[in-house]
C-alpha cells in the first residue's frame, strides 16, 4: 500500500548512490546476493535469539536490494538480474519468520506457520498476476522500474520491512503480531485474485 509513495521519496536517493556504485564497478548481480546474505545473517541472529542485533543486517539487506536495481538502471538491466532479485526477496521474507520460529519454536511455531503459509499464499498470487500481465504486455512504473510487473496490495514491501523491524523490537509479541499480520496477508492475495478475475477476463473466442 505505501510502495508507491515510498518510491517515489527514496529513488531519487538509490539512484545517485547506484550511478556512483556503477561508475565504482559494482555489479548489480552482486549487489544482490550481498544483501540477500545480510538478510540470512539477521535471519541467524533472530534464530539465535539476538533479535536487537539482527536489526542492522536486516535493514542494510534491504538498502542493497534497493540499490541493485539502481545499479543495473544506471548499468545494463539483464533478466536474470530481475529473477535473481526477486527470488532473494522471497528466500528473505521467509528466513526472517523461520528464524523466530527456530528461536521459540513452542512459542511461535503455530503463528509462524500460519504466517508462512500466508507469504506462500500471497507470492503465489503476485506472481501469477505478473506472468499474465507479461502474456498480455502490461506495463508500470508505480512502485519504481521493475523486472516483474508490480501489483498493488494492501500489504507489500514497505509494510513487511516495518513488520520485521517491529518483531525484531518487540520478539515477545510474535505470534499476535504474526496471526494479524498473516490475516491481513491473506487478505491481500484475495483482493490481488479478485483484481486478476476483472483485469483478465475470459476471452471470447
Do not use: H
Not at 501489483?151 to 509494510?159: C, D, I, K, S, V
Amino acid at each position: 500500500m505505501l510502495d508507491g509513495a515510498i518510491r517515489r521519496l527514496i529513488d531519487p536517493v538509490l539512484d545517485r548512490m547506484g550511478a556512483r556504485a556503477a561508475r565504482a564497478g559494482w555489479g548489480a548481480d552482486a549487489v544482490t546476493l550481498a544483501g540477500l546474505a545480510l538478510g540470512l545473517t539477521s535471519a541467524g541472529l533472530i534464530a539465535l535469539d539476538a533479535p536487537g542485533w539482527a536489526l542492522l543486517p536486516l535493514v542494510l539487506s534491504r538498502l542493497f536490494d534497493g540499490l541493485d536495481g539502481a545499479i543495473a538502471r544506471a548499468s545494463a538491466k539483464t533478466d536474470f538480474g530481475g529473477y535473481l532479485d526477486i527470488v532473494s526477496d522471497f528466500v528473505f521474507y521467509g528466513a526472517v519468520p523461520m528464524g523466530f520460529v527456530w528461536a521459540d519454536p513452542g512459542g511461535n511455531g503455530a503463528a509462524g506457520a500460519f504466517l508462512l503459509a500466508s507469504f506462500y499464499a500471497n507470492g503465489a498470487s503476485f506472481l501469477g498476476f505478473a506472468v499474465l500481465a507479461e502474456k498480455r504486455r502490461m506495463q508500470t512504473d508505480a512502485r519504481g522500474v521493475k523486472s516483474l510487473y508490480f501489483t498493488g496490495g494492501l500489504l507489500e514491501g514497505t509494510e513487511t520491512i516495518a513488520f520485521f523491524v517491529a518483531l525484531c523490537l518487540f520478539p515477545g509479541w510474535f505470534p499476535p503480531l504474526a496471526w494479524a499480520f498473516g490475516a491481513l496477508c491473506f487478505v491481500t492475495a484475495a483482493a490481488r485474485v479478485m483484481l486478476a478475475r476483472r483485469v483478465f477476463p475470459p476471452r471470447r473466442s
